[in-house]
């Protein structure tokens, strides 16, 4: 039985059965059972306005953005302006402060190109944590090697949490960035950035949040978050995959030279020269992705019709549910103490690989494996994990289901 009672109540099951109408995945049969759908950390279904709209795109919003002067070019030139628009609001930031790309990972990239190429030399140093996604390690990485840059570590406590002492052990005046997710992919902990950013900000460091994972689950408001640049992928937020945003402080974006070249992002050019248009366009050469951004802002839309608060309200009693009955399986070891999204656990004597295995027979989707974060892994004393992770649809139906299935991986697994 739950042990949050509101989770059963009535009205919380009318409204997760109404909200569930609008995914057509799951309607999908999986290997004869029902699909319980728990690997939203990786990527979110997607509710029928969202595909509608990508579809749509191709039928009378054909035409090229930002390039012709004809019916289709511009209907998507206007519908795909329009969500520059709705990221800024939902960010408290700027329009010209919002940059698309293919996602949180050409966003991060992006900064390290432009802004760390800029203003990262040798003697310096880049901050990142023990809790970073291949995406928010790697290029710092890269960037430092080239530029003779020094790269630190904080450490996470025992909890699974950045250290606050150790980060500011690794901040002085060498520190020109700093680098963290919002919510980690594995551990499901929140990084507390107005006070990372605080720390940051008092050695003269800038600040970049990946945010692929939080922008689902918290709230961001960039201005109260006090970051410089905050990064995120549309398919973790109920969008299509290969878009995501840039989020970058005005005066930062200003001094940023491009980091790709080509149309939609040149002012004039001659064969001696080229000049480039203000950002966020200074930033976006080529053909953009018109269907994935204008899907981004049809799932915004959907979720602005939310009750918001009624959401998190049951995301989190959801969250309390699956992490308590996972750590009362026999065998079952939670990682960390996880916050909100997401719970990594362990099945003694079973590689992860094999128990996603057999959850997928019972019509459980899990993740399993290092989560793109391999170094973090290392520092559980781990090569791999599984990982459940929850989406606005998620119900108890689906932590029962991943229960039940579980106790199966035990009864192969003795």
Request: one cysteine or more; a neutral charge; glycine letters at 8%.
């Amino acid at each position: 039985m739950s042990t949050e009672p509101e989770l059963r109540s009535p009205e919380a099951l009318r409204a997760l059965r109404a909200l569930r109408a609008d995914f057509p995945a799951l309607a999908t049969r999986v290997r004869g059972h029902r699909l319980a759908y728990l690997d939203s950390a990786a990527t979110s279904l997607r509710p029928r306005a969202v595909i509608d709209a990508v579809s749509d795109v191709a039928i009378t919003r054909a035409g090229s953005v930002h390039r012709g002067v004809h019916a289709l070019s511009e209907a998507a030139t206007d519908a795909f302006d329009e969500v520059r628009a709705d990221v800024a609001v939902l960010l408290g930031a700027a329009t010209e402060e919002v940059v698309f790309t293919s996602g949180t990972t050409a966003s991060i990239n992006l900064v390290a190109q432009s802004w760390g190429r800029r203003f990262v030399g040798a003697g310096d140093a880049i901050v990142v944590s023990e809790l970073e996604h291949h995406a928010n390690l790697v290029p710092w990485q890269l960037l430092c090697e080239e530029r003779g840059a020094e790269l630190r570590v904080v450490e996470i406590d025992a909890r699974g949490r950045i250290s606050l002492d150790d980060l500011d052990r690794k901040l002085d005046r060498k520190v020109r960035l700093v680098a963290v997710s919002h919510l980690s992919n594995v551990l499901g902990t929140i990084t507390p950035i107005a006070e990372v950013a605080a720390r940051a900000r008092a050695v003269g460091a800038r600040l970049l949040v990946d945010g692929a994972q939080a922008i689902a689950h918290l709230p961001v408001d960039v201005a109260g978050l006090g970051c410089d640049f905050y990064a995120f992928s549309a398919h973790k937020a109920l969008g299509p995959t290969g878009t995501g945003v840039l989020w970058g402080r005005r005066e930062l974006l200003d001094a940023m030279p491009p980091w790709q070249a080509g149309g939609g992002m040149i002012a004039q050019v001659t064969y001696a020269s080229a000049r480039f248009l203000p950002p966020p366009h200074r930033f976006e050469a080529g053909t953009p992705n018109i269907s994935g951004v204008i899907g981004l802002g049809a799932a915004l839309r959907y979720l602005r019709a939310l009750d918001r608060d009624a959401l998190a309200a049951h995301e989190a009693a959801l969250h309390r549910e699956l992490c308590a009955r996972l750590a009362a399986v026999p065998g079952v070891a939670l990682l960390g103490e996880p916050e909100a999204a997401v719970a990594s656990f362990t099945v003694e004597r079973v590689h992860p690989h094999d128990v996603a295995t057999l959850l997928d027979a019972r019509g459980v989707a899990i993740r399993a494996g290092h989560h793109c974060a391999q170094p973090l892994h290392g520092r559980l004393g781990l090569i791999a994990s599984c990982r459940a992770s929850l989406g606005c649809y998620s119900g108890l139906d689906d932590v029962e289901q991943l229960i039940g299935a579980l106790a199966h991986v035990r009864e192969v697994f003795p």
